[in-house]
């Protein structure tokens, strides 16, 4: 079975310092994976996503993250982190196949806190 | 600017009270889903339509059901909220399942 694994609850970071989002995924073949983030209140937004092609990939807000097929990882990183960052982060995988039923498997979220 | 629009914003009902939450989306999507989030949780996904084909998650409660009357909107009824019902519920929409779902701002639904 598929699954996202986020084993970090909470990341805390210094503003300026560069932060990362850790997220490993167990899925047969090749992943679809993706990067939301929710900030209080609000519903998920989109930052990025790997498909195939270039293991790094570039999304909103000056976040990247790399796919690692060996370790079957997808962090997020961003090199200088802001207090606006501060937020919760949600890592999600998905089959590349099974029809028209396909859905996300999310993971359970890492809340960031960027300190001033 | 295309998007996804969820209303109300915010929503109190009472216990046992039927409730309808409303949809809207202007990306011309083909699917459109439903989701309930608790406390800062991972997102339930609770069913989803592919044009108008309707897909229930097995472990979604019967209370919960959904209308899409046209591509543009789609609804959450819950026929009789309980406690336990209180939540955010996130619409999303995307091209089809393969693609980026993109998210409405959702409607935090109290249940007293």
């Known amino acids: 079975a598929q699954s996202v694994a986020q084993p970090e609850d909470q990341v805390n970071v210094a503003e300026g310092n560069p932060l990362t989002v850790k997220c490993t995924y167990s899925?047969?073949?090749?992943?679809?994976l993706f990067w939301y983030v929710q900030y209080p209140n609000r519903g998920l937004q989109f930052l990025l996503k790997y498909i195939t092609g270039d293991n790094l990939v570039k999304g909103s807000y000056g976040f990247e993250a790399e796919f690692n097929k060996s370790q079957t990882s997808f962090h997020l990183k961003k090199p200088s982190a802001l207090v606006s960052d501060s937020a919760l982060y949600f890592c999600?995988?998905?089959?590349?196949?099974?029809?028209?039923?396909?859905?996300?498997?999310w993971g359970l979220g890492t809340s960031l806190a960027v300190n001033p | 600017d295309a998007m996804v629009i969820q209303n109300p914003r915010y929503q109190v009902t009472q216990f046992g009270k039927p409730v309808t939450l409303s949809c809207s989306q202007t990306?011309?999507?083909?699917?459109m889903y439903w989701y309930q989030q608790k406390s800062s949780q991972a997102p339930k996904l609770l069913f989803h339509?592919?044009?108008?084909?309707?897909?229930n998650e097995a472990d979604t409660p019967d209370n919960f059901q959904s209308r899409r009357p046209n591509t543009s909107f789609c609804f959450l009824d819950i026929r009789s909220p309980g406690l336990g019902d209180a939540a955010m519920y996130l619409c999303?929409?995307?091209?089809?399942?393969?693609?980026?779902?993109?998210f409405g701002p959702g409607t935090r639904l109290t249940v007293l």
């Open positions: 899925v047969s073949g090749n992943p679809y």
């Open positions: 990306l011309n999507h083909n699917v």
């Open positions: 339509y592919y044009d108008k084909d309707f897909n």
């Open positions: 999303a929409t995307s091209r089809d399942t393969a693609d980026t779902q993109y």
């Open positions: 999600a995988v998905r089959e590349p196949w099974a029809g028209n039923n396909r859905k996300l498997i």
